[in-house]
Nanobody, 126 residues
Framework: QVQLVESGGGLVRAGDSLRLSCKSSGRPFTMYAVGWFRQSPGKGREYVGACSWTGGTSYYADSVRGRFTISRDNAKNIVYLQIDRLNSEDTAVYYC???????????????????WGQGTQVTVSS
């Protein structure tokens, strides 16, 4: 198994940038692709993006492409989510999730991911 812990959330102002971290422990991190999701109040969980186990390929939802950047440092067992030009619609709990690489490229569906972190709250004030 792998355990995931998100951090880096907080209260920020519109227009600011923020970098979230997803720290893993347990099985070797390189066995997993990692996805990011978010859930706003009263809404379902929304796919944000994902990166391959090497970090060499990243995928993004159309709604965030150009503002969100996913990267990973396998030596540190961390995946990052950089969010630029934050706006009120980015207010949400952000989750990272891991998918075994044996299952192929990371997708955008929750069921594809086997391990989840507890989430970190991002609140954007206008």
């Amino acid at each position: 198994q792998v355990q995931l812990v998100e951090s880096g959330g907080g209260l920020v102002r519109a227009g600011d940038s923020l970098r979230l971290s997803c720290k893993s422990s347990g099985r070797p991190f390189t066995m997993y692709a990692v996805g990011w999701f978010r859930q706003s109040p009263g809404k379902g969980r929304e796919y944000v993006g994902a990166c391959s186990w090497t970090g060499g390929t990243s995928y993004y939802a159309d709604s965030v492409r150009g503002r969100f950047t996913i990267s990973r440092d396998n030596a540190k067992n961390i995946v990052y989510l950089q969010i630029d030009r934050l706006n009120s619609e980015d207010t949400a709990v952000y989750y990272c999730a891991a998918m075994g690489v044996a299952y192929g490229d990371p997708g955008d569906a929750e069921y594809e991911y086997h391990y989840w972190g507890q989430g970190t709250q991002v609140t954007v004030s206008s």
